[in-house]
T-cell receptor, first 115, second 115 residues
Framework: GAGVSQSPRYKVAKRGQDVALRCDPISGHVSLFWYQQALGQGPEFLTYFQNEAQLDKSGLPSDRFFAERPEGSVSTLKIQRTQQEDSAVYLCASSLGVGLYNEQFFGPGTRLTVL | DQQVKQNSPSLSVQEGRISILNCDYT??????FLWYKKYPAEGPTFLISISSIKDKNEDGRFTVFLNKSAKHLSLHIVPSQPGDSAVYFC??????????????FGKGTKLSVIP
């Protein structure tokens, strides 16, 4: 069965450009998470969706970051006016249900490099 | 302020011997702990977890121990195999709060199992 997929796998952007990163979760998964992993660090939480509702965006580092999941399946993370400090791997994860014990399945990530 | 700490960036172990990976946490609200394994260019994959009501959970060659009073957990791999070579992330979650059940990760420990 298909796992979580993300596209593009690699993205190079010039400082100031806008980027959009896509996540296709496992079909039927209710919960969707975005994490940011800087070089040499562990993943850090950005935002959480339950179906189409964005219930937690406490981890978004600035108002340049925006995420959506309009139909409760595919999600897009958009970064406006990219800065060099935005360079990182962006990971998407989905889980079947809601709650502490629902395993999060991760995609391979999108590596964003801002020049 | 790192809430989950993995103080050993790397660990080398001979094939067949025991690998012990350590993790400390500071947030007393954490009540669910997980270990994820990550290969290069792939997303993290779930390995094993433990609830705070337990002090040990075993799954085949993998055992996780939790010492709540010390806010410490460890992952034991016995016997270690070359295919276990990967980066291991310790993660924690809480049943309290906003309900996103986000994961808080450590920085990871790179395990190398030498044949």
């Amino acid at each position: 069965g298909a796992g979580v997929s993300q596209s593009p796998r690699y993205k190079v952007a010039k400082r100031g450009q806008d980027v959009a990163l896509r996540c296709d979760p496992i079909s039927g998964h209710v919960s969707l998470f975005w994490y940011q992993q800087a070089l040499g660090q562990g993943p850090e939480f950005l935002t959480y969706f339950q179906n189409e509702a964005q219930l937690d965006k406490s981890g978004l580092p600035s108002d340049r970051f925006f995420a959506e999941r309009p139909e409760g399946s595919v999600s897009t993370l958009k970064i406006q006016r990219t800065q060099q400090e935005d360079s990182a791997v962006y990971l998407c994860a989905s889980s079947l249900g809601v709650g502490l014990y629902n395993e999060q399945f991760f995609g391979p990530g999108t590596r964003l490099t801002v020049l | 302020d790192q809430q989950v700490k993995q103080n050993s960036p790397s660990l080398s172990v001979q094939e067949g011997r025991i690998s012990i990976l350590n993790c400390d946490y500071t947030n007393s609200m954490f009540d669910y702990f997980l270990w994820y394994k990550k290969y290069p260019a792939e997303g993290p994959t779930f390995l094993i977890s433990i609830s705070s009501i337990k002090d040990k959970n075993e799954d085949g060659r993998f055992t996780v121990f939790l010492n709540k009073s010390a806010k410490h957990l460890s992952l034991h791999i016995v016997p270690s195999q070359p295919g276990d070579s990967a980066v291991y992330f310790c993660a924690a979650s809480s049943s309290a709060g906003a309900g996103s059940y986000q994961l808080t990760f450590g920085k990871g420990t790179k395990l190398s199992v030498i044949p």
